[in-house]
């Protein structure tokens, strides 16, 4: 895989943003962004869950790409592999761990641009179904994974998991042809 296939510059007014998988350099950097969003009550990020899931990462058994401005990383999507969620598709899939955008960095399409790049990252590996989560009152994360491509597949009460609104998430997936 090369990281200059799904490298992307996207100029605004004052920045340019560049997309790209993420390199081991780069998970202590992750972390300190997912970890600034930890309060978020949209977002749902035990101590014990991101535990694993960066464990996962540094043993190469799930992926990330980022958006990155100077040297700073603004924008994470992390992504898995295989039986994740077997509550959704009984055969190997995708499925995105989480997205996240610093403050700052937001409602200017780079969520979207992560999701994309995470659902090609996926499609690369040979999985078509692509799912992904989110809280159902976050019309900024639905924004964003319906224009990557996502279609609404089930909503269900989730009172582990979310704990302000109506306490349901909804999963999106996309489905994803092979070349």
């Not at 224009?147 to 609404?152: E, L, P, T, V």
Request: net charge positive; glycine share 8%.
């Amino acid at each position: 895989m090369s990281i200059f296939a799904i490298t992307k510059a996207v100029s605004s007014m004052d920045s340019k943003m560049a997309f790209r998988t993420a390199v081991a350099g780069d998970m202590t950097r992750i972390e300190s962004l997912i970890r600034s969003e930890k309060n978020n009550p949209l977002v749902w990020m035990p101590d014990k869950v991101l535990r694993k899931h960066f464990q996962d990462l540094a043993d190469g058994k799930a992926g990330a790409v980022v958006a990155v401005e100077g040297e700073e990383i603004v924008g994470v999507a992390s992504y898995e592999w295989g039986d994740i969620k077997p509550q959704f598709s009984k055969e190997p899939h995708g499925y995105i761990y989480l997205i996240i955008v610093k403050d700052g960095f937001r409602n200017l399409g780079r969520g979207t641009q992560l999701a994309k790049l995470a659902t090609q990252e996926l499609a690369k590996k040979g999985y078509s179904k692509i799912f992904a989560e989110r809280q159902v009152e976050n019309a900024a994360s639905e924004r964003m994974v319906k224009n990557a491509g996502f279609q609404d597949f089930k909503t269900f009460y989730d009172p582990d998991r979310r704990t302000a609104g109506s306490r349901k998430t909804t999963v999106g997936i996309c489905t994803v042809t092979q070349d």
